[in-house]
């Protein structure tokens, strides 16, 4: 899936430039460069000892001492810009930054604040509601569905002792459809973690069903083995009465209602390599009258999607980017079709990306929000 320069040689260049950026600066520390001239041994090895420092915080590359240690770089990255263009201009201007700059001190009290606030955001569960119109008929006109997405429960912003508040949250929408978007397990959900959602799942009430896609992260595993078995996981699903889709498209009915609805689950393009079944061959006969909801963890063949007769699609894995600047690079080199939120594909179909409704590694989140997210569609 992910190529070993991608995964573990890619990195280690990155920590690489990261320790040379952070070295060079530490250097201007007020503490370090106050023995530049009486003693250079010292000046030279402490700014050593303190990169020794953040580079053990950082050694976990699921933890925050990571995050610590690349907005300490971007900063100091911004700083040593701002210092080389005030420079150049020189005169006052030159003068007023290195007063405010400090040998990089503000940089550090920065990172703090982005810190905290970034995890003041991720533990901030939201709920995001959409509505839409449709042409086609409905169950009594109206349809909600509730999207969970990318939950990841352990080492992020959700785990077993945040499912009361999910689901008084879920109890309160009311939702006619229950759709996993894929991610809901990672390979660091603990045994605990695993046992107690499955159980919060099995409590959840739909009348139209729930329903789940793979993502990337529920079957291949990144970085280490999980604490469960593909096996054990579709068998607690099933005892929940969570349908399993994979590339394969369903019809069904709510109660009291002969109005058919068709759910659609997408095998993850990531997990397969692409290899996998295309809109087309999965909606054979192409737009109809029943109203197609169709599921794919990622946020990719909109368009094909679309044209093979989708009317609302449904994806997660972007987390919106979670940790600013990751999204603004998605959306540059456009990684994703869509980073996140609803984007109207043709005049009939609207696609909505959720920012997850957990955060992947990291209790910290700069970019998006941490969502269920509600939607409302109305004839």
Known sequence: MY????????????????????????????????????????????????????????????????????????????????TLLTGLAGGRAAGLWQRLWLGGLPV?????????????????????TYRLRTRKPLPGGHLRILQISDLHPGRGAMDRTRIPELERRIALLQPDLIVMTGDIYDEYVTR????????????????????????????????????????????????????????????TTLPDSDIPLRIVGRK????????????????????????????????????????????LILSGHTHAGQIWPAGLVARLFRYNEVNYGARRITPDCTAVVSGGTGTWGYKIRTEGRTELVCLEVEN
């Open 3 to 82: 190529g070993h320069f991608v995964q573990f040689t890619f990195p280690k260049i990155g920590q690489g430039f990261v320790a040379a950026v952070l070295y060079l600066n530490f250097l201007q520390l007020p503490f370090v460069a106050c023995f530049a001239d009486t003693m250079p041994l010292v000046y030279l090895l402490l700014p050593l000892a303190l990169l020794g420092v953040v580079s053990w915080l950082g050694s976990d590359p699921l933890g925050p001492g990571m995050i610590l240690n690349a907005y300490l770089m971007g900063f100091y990255l911004a700083g040593d810009l701002i």
């Open 192 to 251: 605990e973690d695993f046992d107690a959602f499955n159980a919060f799942f099995a409590r959840l009430k739909a009348p139209g069903g729930k329903w789940f896609v793979y993502g990337n992260h529920d079957l291949f595993h990144h970085w280490r083995e999980p604490s469960y078995e593909r096996a054990e996981m579709e068998t607690a699903f099933a005892a929940a009465q969570i349908r399993v889709l994979e590339d394969v498209a369903v019809t």
């Open 268 to 311: 993850d393009w990531l997990f397969t390599g692409g290899r996998r079944f295309t809109p087309a061959e999965l909606l054979p006969g192409g737009p109809d009258n029943v109203y197609t909801i169709l599921l794919d963890h990622e946020p990719r063949e909109l368009r094909a999607d679309a044209a093979a007769g989708a009317d």
């Open 108 to 128: 550090w009290v920065l990172t703090a604040l982005m810190l905290l606030w970034g995890y003041r955001r991720a533990m901030r569960l939201c709920t995001t």
